[in-house]
């Protein structure tokens, strides 16, 4: 396999690319809101707010008292207002004359307006409601006729304490030249059938050197997040990175046959999960390697066994006159025999695990094919004295692969010859559970520690580690019982107390139309 002399990023420039990716976007929306929409934004908002005082102003015209009322709306907002009433030109209410340098309308100046309102008017009159515009204007000092303005209105008297005087006047208008202003005209017909004109005006501040303000404390902000985030990703990647580093060498030392190796990573849970699994995975190996040895010595030795009893009865048969015996012929053929079952069990252990064979179901008297292979088993236990019981109440039927299922029931029953107890006694029992029967192979034999039971289905695991050969069988039995059972999805266990035997067993579902057919 090729090297990948691709060399990948790594986590620190990649945390350290995103800081930067998400404070850049920070910025640009920032940026986006304070700077490039700002002026439409304090726009927006002061139309809203300069006709929601419209609205309030409308609301209270009528009162008696609806000028401290107007007083108390253009003082909260700052805003200048004129109401005129019908068709006058003189107004009801105005707040130009008090002396405030923000107003930028007067009576004055709303004269080149009055076409605007007049149409306004007309329109709330043909539609029986209401008709507004709202101008954006500049507030022009030089557009004002200081003395024409005084003789219009005598409040400007009542400020000033004198006829005329353009300095002190000059002072109530807006300081910039062209100061730029927003007017709200709403035209009102109110419920006596009257027509209120209601002006609501609002200086329109600069924003051209907030926005420079911001702008530069946009590139400050933005120099001090690039030096946070190059600290903080200089911190994170170590924090990350350092655990990963520890646990991918403890992986190479792992992948070396070394199982004794720790996993220490810590720091988020993430890591410490991960060294736990691969804490575990050490562990795990370390058994498999461990068994896998054991299979090897324990595989050599049943092997070799009946090869040196072949090879040295063959050479006695040979050398010796008179040992070309029926008796030592047919130690040869056993032996012949149980070497052709051990490979055949190895053969049929690797197809189950690798999934190469499959179920062929169908409909069958397990109760008769048990009582077969237990008078199989006598013929061949004559003279041995074993014992083999079977229990069991009635006949059933189940719908499984015949022929693997009597190789389970084979090997269970081998499994108990060769762990049996001084009785030599086995017992097979049939039991009846719902709609599934539960077979179970029981022995009086010396049993099992409980935290050795999960691993019993391994191959060639033993429980006092001394290989023996087995009297029955090839030692492969369980493992196959294992796989033949889990390619059914049975129900399989095993219950043993050191001292009091092992009860194997295993689970099929019953075949209820064959079972009443027989009834």
């Not at 199982?259 to 804490?279: C, H, M, P, Q, R």
């Not at 269970?412 to 006694?425: F, R, S, T, V």
């Not at 935290?451 to 033993?462: A, D, G, T």
Request: aromatic share 8%; glycine share 4%; with cysteine.
């Amino acid at each position: 396999m090729k090297a990948n002399n691709r060399k990948d990023t790594s986590i620190k420039w990649k945390i350290f690319g995103s800081l930067l990716v998400f404070i850049a976007i920070i910025i640009l929306v920032l940026w986006l809101f304070q700077v490039f929409f700002l002026e439409k934004f304090y726009v927006l908002i002061k139309s809203r707010s300069v006709k929601d005082a419209a609205s309030d102003i409308n609301q209270v015209i009528n009162n008696e008292n609806y000028k401290d009322e107007i007083d108390a709306i253009i003082k909260e907002n700052e805003f200048c207002v004129i109401v005129y009433e019908n068709e006058n030109e003189t107004p009801l209410y105005s707040s130009s004359g008090k002396g405030d340098p923000r107003c930028g309308i007067t009576e004055f100046s709303m004269k080149k307006h009055m076409d605007i309102i007049a149409k306004l008017q007309k329109e709330a009159k043909e539609h029986d409601g209401t008709a507004s515009t709202l101008l954006e204007e500049s507030a022009n000092k030089e557009d004002f006729n200081f003395k024409e303005e005084v003789e219009l209105t005598d409040r400007y008297h009542s400020i000033l304490n004198t006829p005329y005087d353009e300095k002190k006047l000059r002072k109530l208008l807006p300081s910039n030249k062209n100061a730029q202003m927003m007017t709200y005209i709403s035209v009102v017909m109110q419920a006596d059938k009257s027509i209120k004109t209601i002006v609501v005006n609002a200086q329109l501040t600069p924003v051209n050197a907030t926005i420079e303000t911001i702008q530069t404390q946009f590139l400050i902000i933005a120099v001090i997040l690039i030096l946070i985030a190059s600290l903080l990703a200089m911190y994170l990647s170590r924090k990350i990175a350092t655990p990963i580093i520890e646990i991918n060498d403890g992986a190479k030392i792992l992948a070396k046959g070394r199982y004794d190796v720790a996993f220490k990573g810590k720091g988020y849970l993430e890591i410490e999960e991960l060294s736990n699994t691969l804490n575990y995975a050490a562990k795990e190996l370390s058994k498999v390697e461990s068994l896998r040895r054991e299979l090897i010595a324990n595989m050599s030795h049943d092997l070799r066994t009946p090869l040196t009893m072949i090879s040295g009865y063959g050479e006695v048969m040979r050398d010796i006159p008179g040992e070309n015996t029926a008796e030592n012929v047919q130690i040869i053929i056993d032996e012949t025999k149980r070497l052709t079952n051990l490979v055949n069990d190895m053969l049929d252990l690797s197809k189950l695990q690798a999934g190469a064979q499959e179920i062929n179901s169908s409909s069958f008297n397990i109760t008769e094919e048990i009582e077969h292979i237990i008078a199989r088993y006598d013929k061949l236990l004559t003279n041995k004295d074993f014992t083999i019981q079977f229990q069991y109440d009635k006949p059933v039927f189940v719908k499984a692969d015949i022929i693997k299922i009597n190789q389970v029931i084979y090997n269970l029953i081998n499994n108990a010859i060769n762990y049996c107890g001084d009785d030599h006694k086995i017992y097979v029992r049939q039991l009846i559970e719902k709609d599934r029967v539960r077979i179970e192979v029981m022995d009086h034999g010396d049993g099992i520690e409980k935290e050795q039971l999960p691993y019993i289905w391994e191959r060639y695991y033993k429980v006092d580690k001394t290989h023996v050969r087995s009297k029955i069988g090839s030692g492969l039995g369980l493992s196959i019982v294992k796989a033949i059972l889990e390619l059914h999805k049975a129900e399989y266990g095993v219950i043993s107390k050191r001292g009091q035997g092992t009860t194997f067993w295993f689970t099929l579902p019953l075949c209820i139309a064959d079972h009443e057919k027989m009834a």
